[in-house]
């Protein structure tokens, strides 16, 4: 019988190098790899001159669905990711109404997604005071993980969790064999200086970045590396922003805590000049910081000590990334169409990581961090979650390219 699909001559990215290879596929999965493949099938891909990487998986996006599909949805925003090369996606759990904290919600979100979604994806579960006795259900359910705020989410429904809440929460998870997610920020410190700072009518640019500074992530994360200690649990700290973060998260890795940390684009290509010039479109929680911590967020990637980057991609309507108050702007960048595209510029052809790397840092680690056995990878029996790259070809990225509900970005005007 003939295979479904055959993508022939492809310079194919796998986890030891890159190899000139065939792909033979059926019923969605990878069954045979080899330099030349005789059989015959249904559909042929001549792939010459073109790199097939495993599809972007972006543990980390807000598409807020159902119930705010003005802000994205499902529709708008895979298609945008599938546009950017991504297969597979992780949505978070706050942004949906209701928000996913139990059964009911959880399967209003999945029913919505399966509907208008036009990859694959998993669904995180929330963490947050009131709904810990619901974590076995969404557990049932099959989340990926729990997502909890150190600090104030933005969202009414969905509130920070105490230092009590959280441990609840991460021996339940431990229990489960579930990560915990955490966005690690000292909630008095951020809220203090904030209010400071607007009451002593000083609310530009420069405010808001000081009111959320390097402290408040630090001792965000060294607390939540205690706590997943004490519960044994499994901790991922999503989109660090600072050097200091990460060495954090790398000391308690050194004792033996089970605990990872991912960054996002907008931290690895933009700083804080750039928050000034670009203003709103690049606002967001971790704030942009300095160019010594682009630099030393990239050694983290490196070194191995930053597992993955995902897109933490957060839009909202226009309407809400408009006021005199940068306090008031919706913190949240657009980003999940440009991952891969920026990380190939800026990575692999400017900072000379290799294309393997890169294909692990956007699909393989995070597929292995929170074992996603069928993804993330080339390799017979996994899922063909595959993007093809045409490495000689650039161009300069427009608003008429992205496929965003609200056609924004801080990355226009940039080479992919």
């Not at 010459?48 to 003005?70: C, E, I, K, S, Y």
């Amino acid at each position: 019988m003939p295979h479904d699909l055959i993508i022939r001559n492809a310079m194919v990215v796998r986890s030891r190098g890159v190899v000139r290879a065939e792909l033979a596929i059926d019923d969605g999965r990878i069954e045979e790899i080899a330099p030349e493949i005789a059989d015959s099938a249904r559909e042929q891909v001549d792939a010459q001159g073109l790199h097939m990487f495993p599809g972007v998986l972006d543990a980390h996006v807000h598409f807020n669905d159902p119930g705010r599909t003005d802000w994205e949805g499902a529709a708008t925003g895979s298609a945008a990711f599938a546009v950017g090369g991504g297969t597979c996606y992780f949505d978070m759990p706050l942004n949906a109404s209701p928000p996913t904290l139990d059964r009911a919600s959880f399967e209003l979100k999945r029913a919505a997604l399966e509907r208008s979604s036009l990859v694959d994806f998993a669904l995180w579960g929330g963490l947050v005071p009131g709904n810990v006795d619901r974590l076995d259900e969404l557990a049932d359910c099959g989340v990926i993980g729990f997502k909890a705020f150190m600090c104030s989410s933005g969202i009414d429904d969905f509130t920070a969790a105490d230092d009590y809440t959280l441990l609840q929460g991460m021996r339940i998870a431990a229990a489960r064999k579930l990560p915990v997610a955490v966005h690690a920020e000292n909630h008095a410190i951020c809220a203090g200086l904030a209010q400071a700072a607007i009451q002593a009518g000083r609310h530009g640019v420069r405010d808001y970045l000081h009111s959320r500074p390097i402290l408040a992530e630090v001792e965000a994360i060294s607390r939540a590396t205690n706590l997943a200690a004490e519960a044994g649990c499994s901790l991922h700290i999503v989109h660090v922003s600072s050097g200091s973060g990460v060495a954090v998260v790398a000391e308690a890795r050194s004792r033996g805590i089970d605990v990872t940390c991912e960054t996002c684009p907008h931290y690895l290509l933009l700083t804080d000049e750039d928050v000034e010039r670009l203003g709103a479109v690049a606002k967001c929680s971790p704030p942009i910081r300095t160019s010594a911590d682009r630099e030393a967020l990239w050694e983290g990637l490196e070194r191995g000590d930053v597992a993955f980057v995902a897109s933490d991609h957060s839009p909202s309507p226009e309407s809400m990334k408009r006021s005199s108050n940068f306090f008031d702007i919706w913190g949240g960048i657009a980003g999940c169409q440009t991952t891969l595209g920026l990380l190939l510029h800026e990575g692999y052809e400017r900072r000379s990581f290799a294309l393997n790397e890169v294909a692990a840092i956007l699909a393989t680690a995070p597929a292995d961090r929170f074992n996603v056995t069928r993804k993330g990878r080339i390799e017979v029996g996994v899922d063909a979650d595959l993007v093809l790259v045409d490495l000689r070809k650039s161009a300069v990225l427009e608003r008429e390219d992205l496929r965003y509900r609200h056609r924004v970005s801080p990355y226009l005007g940039r080479t992919l």
